[in-house]
């Protein structure tokens, strides 16, 4: 039996004034599977990621997370849901540790605010325990925990992109969104990621990756989607959409030109 569908984008469509950036996407990613978007500059990869994550409305389409309609739901309540994401531009706090980043991550994830803070309640001090040992689960999860006392902006580029996904696995998300994750890594922080990707796989979290990276991509991918000017022109496993003509032509004849 094939795995629940968990994100189900339906003719997904964002107009910007005349420029249709996303143009009816459809697609879908199954509980536990790692799914790719690619896609020429300007393809619309982003806008469908800003639409799944809430901080854009799309101009028509719906998005099913775990059955229900989230499309017009803010983005705090769908990562209350168990959607998360990274971001090509970082979010990390770069004058506070690694620890720090993700305690604050946690603390978002956790419900008793201000008021308990104040007051020092029991509960908020149990949540305090708890954010800070699943703040060190995640560092170790994320190979920082060498790294635990350093500052955000003293991190070298591939320990930066780790701490970014901690920070979004700090939600305990059920999806991870992940936007150019390789973006600027060499070879081998690049083959760190995939490792860390596949592990974020086994640990029950189903992702949805935005790269351009094809090593990462080929290699982490069940499943690739393909847009071109905002329509999806392929999908497939990564060695069908490889050998797919017309994604070589507009796509990774591209990229194998630029390697
Ligand atoms: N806020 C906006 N206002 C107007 N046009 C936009 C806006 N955001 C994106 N676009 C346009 O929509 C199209 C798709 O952009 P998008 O950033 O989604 O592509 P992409 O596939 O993520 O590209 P890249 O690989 O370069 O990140 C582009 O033509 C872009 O210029």
New binding site residues.
């Given amino acids: 039996m094939s795995a629940p569908l968990l994100l189900e984008a339906q003719a997904l469509t964002r107009a ?1 004034g005349g ?1 249709v ?1 996303v143009n009816s996407v459809t697609f879908s990613v199954a509980e536990g599977e790692i799914v790719g978007l690619i ?10 990621f800003n639409m799944l994550a809430g901080s854009m409305e799309p101009t028509s389409g719906t998005i099913r997370f775990d059955g229900a309609d989230v499309t017009g739901m803010e983005p705090h309540d769908r990562a209350r849901l168990g959607i998360a994401r990274t971001f ?1 531009i970082t979010s990390i706090f770069p004058a506070l540790t690694v620890r720090e980043n993700v305690e604050a991550a946690t603390y978002r994830a956790y419900r008793t605010g201000w008021l308990g803070s104040f007051f020092r309640t029991k509960a908020w001090r149990d949540e305090e325990a708890s954010a800070a040992a699943s703040a060190e689960e995640i560092m170790a999860f994320c190979d920082l925990a060498d790294r635990a006392e350093v500052k955000g902006e003293a991190l070298s580029y591939g320990a930066q992109r780790r701490l970014e996904v901690a920070i979004a696995l700090a939600t305990k998300p059920r999806l991870l969104l992940l936007d150019e994750p390789a973006a600027g890594l060499n070879p081998e922080e690049g083959q760190r990621l995939v490792a860390m990707i596949q592990k974020v796989r086994q640990s029950g979290v189903t992702v949805l990756l ?1 790269e ?1 990276h094809m090593r990462v991509v080929m290699g982490v991918c069940d499943r690739i989607v393909v ?1 071109d000017h ?1 329509t999806r022109i392929a999908e497939g496993a990564p060695a069908e959409v490889a050998a797919n003509p017309e994604v070589i032509r507009v796509y990774l004849g591209r990229e194998a030109a630029h390697a």
Avoid: E, R, S
């Fill in positions: 910007f420029l950036a896609g020429p500059n300007g393809a619309g990869k982003t806008t469908v090509q935005v351009h847009l905002g």
